[in-house]
């Protein structure tokens, strides 16, 4: 079973920067599309950043500018680079990865708390 494994979510103040990873096991990274989603209190849990097996990147508007999503293929990982952080980027921000062959495949990780607060 693909198990996704996030880190380096905190607290941070306005305009601050964080730089979250998430580590993929078993053999789907290389071939999976992979996002960083999140969910603030009372709100649905929206897309922030998609990184596709080829290193094509889509942002949402809100992150456009401000966070950068990579991979490395080699170590399994994925991040998302957070710069000029405000209030509202505050969410538990969870990884993703989706794999498409013969059906889709989808999996979660558990997330991790991003606090901005002066």
């Known amino acids: 079973q693909v198990q996704l494994v996030e880190s380096g979510g905190g607290l941070v103040q306005p305009g601050g920067s964080l730089r979250l990873s998430c580590a993929a096991s078993?053999?789907?990274?290389?071939?999976?599309?992979m996002s960083w989603y999140r969910q603030a209190p009372g709100k649905q849990r929206e897309l922030v950043a998609l990184?596709?097996?080829?290193?094509?990147?889509n942002y949402a508007d809100s992150a456009l500018g401000r966070f950068t999503i990579s991979r490395d293929n080699a170590k399994n990982t994925v991040y998302l680079q957070m710069d000029s952080l405000k209030p509202e980027d505050t969410a538990v921000y969870f990884c993703?990865?989706?794999?498409?062959?013969?059906?889709?495949?989808?999996?979660w990780g558990q997330g991790t708390q991003v606090t901005v607060s002066s």
């Open positions: 993703n990865a989706v794999v498409v062959v013969l059906g889709k495949s989808e999996y």
């Open positions: 990184i596709g097996p080829g290193g094509i990147t």
């Open positions: 078993g053999s789907i990274f290389s071939g999976a599309v």
